[in-house]
T-cell receptor, first 116, second 114 residues
Framework: GNSVTQMEGPVTLSEEAFLTINCTYTATGYPSLFWYVQYPGEGLQLLLKATKADDKGSNKGFEATYRKETTSFHLEKGSVQVSDSAVYFCALSAVAGGTSYGKLTFGQGTILTVHP | GAVVSQHPSRVICKSGTSVKIECRSLDFQATTMFWYRQFPKQSLMLMATSNEGSKATYEQGVEKDKFLINHASLTLSTLTVTSAHPEDSSFYIC??????????FGPGTRLTVT
C-alpha cells in the first residue's frame, strides 16, 4: 500500500536558519504530493503541492520538488521565521483508478520550533 | 476560495450523550468529504469517506454505528458521535474535495467527553 515517511522531529532552529524536512513515499504510479501545515489548535492548511515528476511546489518561501527517481518530496525554506513554528505533514494522494483514489496518506508530522 | 468550516469548534459533553459535528464547504460543491481523527502530537487517522447522497465508507476498525456520517448535500456533511465515552475525546477534522485528489480542511473540532 501507499506510505509516507517524514524525518523525525522535533526540529528546533534559530530565526533565519535554513530548513529541510525530509519526506519519502511509497506508492504505485504517479501520486500527487502535498505539504500541509498545522498551527496549534487548528486544522490543516495546504502549504504547497506537486502533481507530477519534477514539478516544484512553492508558497510563502517554502519549496519542494517531486523527485520520482528518489521517491522524495523534501520541504525547504531558506530563512525561517518564528511564525513558521508549526507541525508540517507530508502527504500523498493516490492515483485515479484505484480503490484509494482521493484518499490522503499522511506522514507522521514534524514539529518545527523557531526561536528568535 | 475553497473554504471549509466546522461547527462547533469545541464541545464538551457528558458520557453517554451524542454529539453532532457539522462540516460545510462554503464556496464550492464538495462531491466527497472525509472525516479524520487526530490524537495529541500524532498524525491524522482517516475515519471515513462520504460521497453526497450515498453511504459513507468507513476505514477498517472504525465503528460505523458509533460514528454516524451523513452527507446530505454537496456542501454539508455531519459526524455524530453516539453514546460518547471519554476515549472518544479527540480532535476531529473534516476535509472536502471537488477535484477528486485535492482536499481542503476544516479548522477542526475539539471534543471532550467527561
Amino acid at each position: 500500500g501507499n506510505s509516507v515517511t517524514q524525518m523525525e522531529g522535533p526540529v528546533t532552529l534559530s530565526e533565519e536558519a535554513f530548513l529541510t524536512i525530509n519526506c519519502t513515499y511509497t506508492a504505485t504510479g504517479y501520486p500527487s504530493l502535498f505539504w500541509y501545515v498545522q498551527y496549534p489548535g487548528e486544522g490543516l492548511q495546504l502549504l504547497l503541492k506537486a502533481t507530477k515528476a519534477d514539478d516544484k511546489g512553492s508558497n510563502k518561501g517554502f519549496e519542494a520538488t517531486y523527485r520520482k527517481e528518489t521517491t522524495s518530496f523534501h520541504l525547504e525554506k531558506g530563512s525561517v521565521q518564528v511564525s513558521d513554528s508549526a507541525v508540517y505533514f507530508c502527504a500523498l494522494s493516490a492515483v485515479a483508478g484505484g480503490t484509494s483514489y482521493g484518499k490522503l496518506t499522511f506522514g507522521q508530522g514534524t514539529i518545527l520550533t523557531v526561536h528568535p | 476560495g475553497a473554504v471549509v468550516s466546522q461547527h462547533p469548534s469545541r464541545v464538551i459533553c457528558k458520557s453517554g450523550t451524542s454529539v453532532k459535528i457539522e462540516c460545510r464547504s462554503l464556496d464550492f460543491q464538495a462531491t466527497t468529504m472525509f472525516w479524520y481523527r487526530q490524537f495529541p502530537k500524532q498524525s491524522l487517522m482517516l475515519m471515513a469517506t462520504s460521497n453526497e447522497g450515498s453511504k459513507a465508507t468507513y476505514e477498517q476498525g472504525v465503528e460505523k454505528d458509533k460514528f454516524l456520517i451523513n452527507h446530505a448535500s454537496l456542501t454539508l456533511s455531519t459526524l455524530t458521535v453516539t453514546s460518547a465515552h471519554p476515549e472518544d475525546s479527540s480532535f476531529y477534522i473534516c476535509s472536502a474535495s471537488h477535484t477528486g485528489y485535492e482536499q481542503y480542511f476544516g479548522p477542526g473540532t475539539r471534543l471532550t467527553v467527561t
